[in-house]
């Protein structure tokens, strides 16, 4: 199933440097699937031997390993593991996910978990009220940001946040509908979006502008 969306994008500045992509994943309003949409991007970033990282920040039980994960997703889970012995670390089909509580001190572990993913790209996925606390983080430069909207109610809001992201220098990217339920459910567990899938372009757009 694929995910209709709309989009924008900056470009990049002349002569700023490459840096491996840290694309915010958040809602706009009460829109629901920005989680699910987070682990699609996630999984459309990774590689058989090169997993992304998706950081997710939530409240409740972190997510275990899954029995069948890539290369990649193992060999990140064990570096950041040896670094982040306290953290909650998974791998989870293409990807490696870390989890962490939605709070400001939390932030640091966001801060010290991006290096560790080297030239792979990281994925943050974060309630509304944690974007500017993470934007004011000097140690998290993120990339690109995806916003989960429902258009026909927060239109207004959408509009204003991705304003916002791109006076920051940020790509914008805003998914007009959730994933389906199958969709959303492989995507958690890992599993890559279709080939074509409009989460996939939403990936090249964020990622190459």
Not at 46 to 53: G, I, K, Q, T, V
Not at 132 to 151: K, N
Not at 193 to 198: A, I, L, Y
């Amino acid at each position: 199933m694929t995910l209709p969306v709309r989009l924008s994008h900056l470009t990049r500045s002349k002569g700023a440097p490459e840096r491996s992509p840290v694309v915010l994943v958040t809602r706009a309003g009460g829109a629901e699937g920005s989680r699910p949409a987070a682990a699609a991007l996630a999984c459309a970033a990774s590689e058989p031997d090169r997993a992304a990282l998706l950081i997710d920040l939530r409240e409740g039980k972190a997510a275990r390993s899954t029995l069948v994960a890539t290369a990649g997703a193992r060999v990140l889970e064990d570096r950041l593991a040896a670094h982040l012995p306290d953290a909650a670390i998974a791998s989870r089909g293409c990807f490696c996910q870390l989890t962490v509580p939605p709070e400001r001190k939390a932030l640091g572990t966001v801060a010290a978990a991006l290096p560790l993913a080297r030239e792979s790209a990281a994925i943050v996925h974060l309630p509304p009220r944690m974007l500017r606390p993470l934007l004011a983080e000097p140690l998290i430069r993120p990339t690109a940001a995806v916003l989960r909207a429902d258009l026909d109610e927060d239109r207004a809001l959408t509009a204003l946040a991705v304003r916002d992201l791109r006076d920051l220098g940020l790509r914008v990217a805003v998914l007009k509908r959730p994933p389906g339920r199958l969709a959303g459910r492989a995507a958690l567990l890992g599993a890559l979006p279709e080939p074509g899938s409009v989460i996939r372009r939403a990936w090249t757009v964020v990622n190459h502008g």
